[in-house]
């Protein structure tokens, strides 16, 4: 697959019964969005930064401040931090910053940052998901890892505070760099374990979705960055997009403000069907402790005409995971997506993947 992003970027909009193919949020379980409300859009001025040209990091930077202290509680300064259009920008302005140093990911990881790499001409080291953590030890000074601390696509696993721990010990003695991919990190059922970034700020670049969160359409991410960056990643997001929309900021802003930071009643709903799904893929063995994705294992290779087929005829889309990875291990197992589909659907999917022959 050339273009794996696009791929899963077309699944999300596919219109079938069942798509736990997708990452999409599930718009319907979100309190309404009243746009015209946060915007004001019949009292913006001409010379208002919603409309006009503003600083290239985004001119809602005190908001991004203010959400970093009330979500990780930690204190953050307002001019290491600057807005992008979604993670995926940010990703790829990572990629511009370093691009002359080495990479690294964790097999198997999310292609939005490997085939944003290898646009650039980089080719990231793929680090083995059973010891990466030794593996890290061998990364160059300035090297970039990339990696979701929290809920990571497409494998659905978390490091433990363990992990998180030497992981930041080895940066620091190594002196690289973490992009830690928070997109799915506002979706735990648990009681939180601290970010990396309330951990290391010298370290850490902190990237926060509101595309999960609020609305894929926004197209806005925070991105909290190290001081040795922040000069490095303006330059580049200058050229690549010169910043992102004022209207969109403006929304996040209003909508912040009058949440007071809080995601508590915005995720309540969505975090109720988790707990019920949970529930459900642990009685089918499955593991699961928050975010979107988990892994599904068969006893059979689960590949593209496994998948296609179970699309066409039972209207139930599932990605498979050499879609992420070559490991002969995750022949067998596909990326399912649980935030779209209540519990009773979900077993009822589970039973027909199980017992489809294709």
Known sequence: MRNRTHFLNSMAA????????AGVPPLNLYPPLNLSELVGLFSVESNDKTINYHETGGYITSTAQNFIEVTENIDFEINNI???????????????????????????????????ALSFGCKPIKLS????????????????????????????????????????????????????DATYRPFNLEDAKPSLISLNKERVI????????????????????????????????????????????????????????????QLYLIKERLNRNKRILKSHGIDYFGGFFCLLKLDRVVDYYFCETLLIR???????????????????QARICVANIDENDLEFVLNEIRKFEP
């Open 314 to 332: 039972k209207k139930i889309a599932i990605i498979p995971m050499i879609l992420f990875s070559d490991d002969p291990k995750y022949l067998n």
């Open 82 to 116: 600057i807005i992008t259009n979604g993670v995926q920008e940010a990703i790829s302005l990572a990629i511009a910053c370093f691009k002359n140093e080495q990479f690294a990911c964790i097999e198997p990881s999310y292609p939005g940052f490997e085939d944003a």
């Open 206 to 265: 902190h990237a926060i979705s509101f595309s999960k969160i609020l609305a894929p359409g926004l197209r806005t991410a925070f991105v909290y960055l190290p001081d040795s960056l922040k000069s490095s990643f303006v330059g580049h997001k200058s050229n690549l997009s010169l910043n992102n929309s004022g209207i969109t900021q403006k929304i996040i802003k209003e909508w912040l403000n009058h949440q007071k930071f809080s995601l508590d009643k």
């Open 129 to 180: 998901a059973e010891n990466w953590l030794n593996e890290i030890e061998k990364l160059p000074e300035n090297a970039l890892l990339y990696l979701s601390a929290d809920f990571s696509n497409p494998t659905g696993k978390s490091l433990t505070f363990e992990e998180r721990l030497r992981l930041l010990k080895i940066a620091e003695s190594k002196k690289f760099y973490i992009f830690d």
């Open 14 to 21: 596919v219109p079938i019964d069942y798509n736990l193919g």
